[in-house]
């Protein structure tokens, strides 16, 4: 760090970085790492690939390399934080979510290819019903699941969806900004944590002066945030948020489980009045090395669904899921059963990802 601390930055994008983020986008990979002392690796259909025809990266010149990126109020975010999260346009080629951070004696780094366009619901495999959603005025709907699994991508679809069939004033919260947006039957704004506000509770609370229809929390990452979001969904807006959590059960536990004891019986309520769905996500390697597939849990509020939330015995909620078909409900083995039947992924992979390895055994028996 003190090495660091000379160093000014320049809010400039090195000849190497260019030549590499465009590599991401020619060779089909989704992410680039890079790490001193190593070649840029890139992943490519969930493969590391190392790029043994360039020259390992040294800590300085890796280190050079991406402080350039850096505004000045970045700069001093990553010294303050050890960490930063940012997005990167690069003309002509693609945008880029990047993560900067340190290990051992030197800067790290792992950029993300975004696509310029977000993705068709039904191109990226994500289950209709969100549609239906995306129509209510207000309520909130959550999409989970581990990092990686695609949340982004399926709320910046979702918004798209959206921007293209209502009229509606829609704000984003974002760290960073990763997707953007053309305005074409709605007016999206976007602002990003640590560029345009402080914090998402506090951004999520002057969303609720300025007229939303919409509102989308990139993830409620604290208390503040979490009781504003609900806030927010019980009063006249639709809010979409993400968690890392592992299906809807777990969903609903964590969401209760961070508040103090003597408001999570308020927290019930308000969240049994306030959902509308869950989507919990996870990507599984398609067979035979071909990208990957979606597979997904989803969880609509339902009266059923509701009470039990309201009761506190969310342990009874699968059942409720695994029955609720008729209202769009799936659960996670299930999503899988199908995908193994239909030959898009192995049985090995599917097992190794089921929340309930038990009951995905028994269905596939």
């Not at 493969?47 to 700069?75: C, F, N």
């Not at 919260?173 to 944590?193: F, G, H, M, S």
């Amino acid at each position: 760090m003190d090495r660091m601390s000379s160093t000014k930055p320049r809010t400039t994008i090195d000849d190497l970085l260019k030549d590499l983020l465009k590599r991401v986008v020619t060779q089909g990979a989704s992410d680039l790492h890079l790490s001193a002392t190593n070649y840029p690796i890139l992943r490519i259909k969930g493969q590391l690939v190392p790029l043994h025809t360039l020259e390992k990266l040294t800590a300085d010149r890796l280190q050079k390399m991406l402080i350039g990126l850096l505004s000045g109020i970045q700069y001093e975010r990553l010294v303050n934080e050890k960490e930063l999260d940012l997005s990167l346009a690069l003309p002509d080629v693609a945008r880029f979510r990047a993560n900067l951070f340190f290990e051992q004696d030197a800067m790290g780094a792992v950029f993300r290819v975004i696509p310029n366009i977000p993705r068709d619901h039904q191109e990226l495999g994500v289950p209709l019903i969100i549609r239906e959603l995306a129509q209510r005025n207000q309520g909130l709907i959550l999409v989970t699941g581990p990092s990686g699994s695609g949340k982004t991508t399926t709320l910046a679809s979702t918004i798209e969806y959206i921007n293209m069939t209502r009229n509606c004033h829609v704000i984003t919260i974002e760290d960073p900004i990763e997707y953007t947006y053309v305005n074409k039957k709605c007016l999206i704004r976007q602002r990003e944590v640590g560029v345009h506000t402080n914090s998402f509770s506090a951004a999520l609370m002057s969303a609720l002066r300025q007229d939303p229809d919409i509102i989308l929390v990139g993830e409620m990452r604290d208390v503040e945030t979490m009781k504003t979001t609900l806030t927010a969904a019980e009063t006249g807006h639709l809010v979409f948020s993400t968690l890392h959590t592992n299906g809807a059960i777990d969903t609903i536990n964590r969401i209760i489980d961070v508040f103090p004891a003597h408001q999570q019986s308020q927290v019930r309520i308000q969240l049994a009045t306030s959902l509308e769905g869950v989507f919990s996500q996870l990507l599984v390697p398609r067979a035979r090395g071909k990208g990957m597939v979606l597979c997904t849990e989803i969880m609509i509020a339902t009266p059923a669904v509701r009470n039990l939330i309201r009761e506190s015995r969310p342990h009874h909620l699968r059942s409720i899921i695994e029955t609720g078909a008729e209202y769009g409900m799936q659960t996670m083995e299930a999503c899988l059963k199908q995908l193994v039947t239909s030959g898009l992924i192995t049985y090995e992979d599917a097992l190794s990802r089921a929340y309930d390895v038990e009951s995905f055994k028994q269905i596939m028996a």
